[in-house]
């Protein structure tokens, strides 16, 4: 299931760059790329992200992540743990540079956690509504755009998550 899912995402985030030229992944709307997760209950997480800029107010942004972490699990656990966020981000101008562009903003997470027991049994799942608070920075204004950010999540995963990753 992880080898799937790390396979899609890779296809994903290729295709979605794929076919456009420099000048059109600067002035479309809609940017995709992997992130890189790590989250304080949590652990590591791999997932995707999509960034799609409002034209109308043109500074705001809405900021959509998928995250599969990697639990740290006991022996003879099997804990499996996801994250979806969708957000709301204001980005703010800074004179004379293109090269920084900072955001904050909130929204919405869904939480879901899953563990089996390895000797069979029964077991347990959840999924969780929480609300986000996030801050980041998008670098550069080529083709690829690194972005690194920190978000705070009230209820739902009920962690702080630090993201990285490339846009396209």
């Not at 204001?90 to 869904?110: C, D, H, M, Q, S």
Request: charged share 15%.
């Amino acid at each position: 299931m992880r080898r799937t899912f790390l396979m899609f995402l890779v296809v994903a985030c290729a295709s979605g760059a794929q076919g456009l030229d420099a000048q059109e992944r600067q002035t479309r709307q809609i940017h995709l790329g992997p992130q890189l997760s790590y989250g304080s209950s949590s652990k590591l997480g791999l997932g995707g992200r999509l960034h799609a800029n409002l034209k109308s107010p043109d500074r705001l942004v809405i900021i959509g992540a998928f995250d599969w972490f990697f639990p740290d699990e006991g022996p003879g656990d099997n804990r499996t743990y996801w994250e979806l966020n969708g957000n709301v981000a204001y980005r703010f101008k800074i004179e004379g540079t293109t090269a920084v562009a900072p955001y904050a903003g909130g929204g919405l997470n869904i939480a879901h956690s899953s563990r089996r027991p390895e000797g069979g049994g029964d077991g347990s799942s959840h999924t969780d509504l929480g609300v986000n608070l996030l801050g980041g920075t998008l670098f550069g204004s080529g083709p690829v755009l690194p972005f690194f950010e920190l978000r705070v999540e009230l209820a739902g995963g009920e962690q702080f998550v630090l993201t990285g990753g490339v846009l396209f």
